[in-house]
T-cell receptor, first 111, second 113 residues
């Protein structure tokens, strides 16, 4: 079993839709959970960061972590064409463990 | 603006011909990373530096080497590129106490003919 599983999509939604992106992970020691956004032909950029379980909201974006089920989610409200990108989940624990990335979900928001 | 810069953005090389990719940063971060990302795959960490301390991932092929002459610059050397090394190579930086917050460059797309 891979450490982080993420449905690669592609996911296509109309403008204004609520988008739900999800990952599962296998290592219960993971404590830090990130969502990176990667536009075409660009490097990833950190979008959201959550420590341990719970929700975190930033504008139209909400990150959710459920450690009991090892499930992480990113919700995008009122999606815009500019949200069209690949969204990578990532996780790690403290110490020297590197980030473990999911494969990314490619999202297209259609105007 | 503080940033991570990678050159070149696109690199074409021949099978077996050594190639060097470069990365520079103005963030003054201690930690620098090199990732390999193939199409529709997760970025794969090749190695990272904590200052000059080099850390190689166990499954990184010997064909890949790196140099960090100073805080700002880091190089990725591919000694004998094979067709399977065609990929996007991403450089990233972070503070040592904030590895979850990594700043990525735009990447270098390598094509091996």
């Amino acid at each position: 079993q891979k450490e982080v599983e993420q449905d690669p999509g592609p996911l296509s939604v109309p403008e204004g839709a609520i988008v739900s992106l999800n990952c599962t992970y296998s290592n219960s020691a993971f404590q830090y959970f990130m969502w990176y956004r990667q536009y075409s032909r660009k490097g990833p950029e950190l979008l959201m960061y959550t420590y341990s379980s719970g929700n975190k909201e930033d504008g139209r974006f909400t990150a959710q972590v459920d450690k009991s089920s090892k499930y992480i989610s990113l919700f995008i409200r009122d999606s815009q064409p500019s949200d069209s990108a690949t969204y990578l989940c990532a996780t790690t624990n403290s110490g020297n463990t590197p980030l473990v990335f999911g494969k990314g979900t490619r999202l297209s928001v259609i105007a | 603006d503080a940033m991570v810069i990678q050159n070149p953005r696109y690199q074409v090389t021949q099978f077996g011909k050594p190639v060097t990719l470069s990365c520079s940063q103005t963030l003054n971060h201690n930690v620098m990373y090199w990732y390999q990302q193939k199409s529709s795959q997760a970025p794969k960490l090749l190695f990272h530096y904590y200052d000059k301390d080099f850390n190689n991932e166990a499954d990184t092929p010997d064909n890949f080497q790196s140099r960090r002459p100073n805080t700002s610059f880091c190089f990725l050397d591919i000694r004998s590129p094979g067709l399977g090394d065609a990929a996007m190579y991403l450089c990233a930086t972070s503070r040592p106490d904030r590895k979850e917050t990594q700043y990525f460059g735009p990447g270098t797309r390598l094509l091996v003919l």
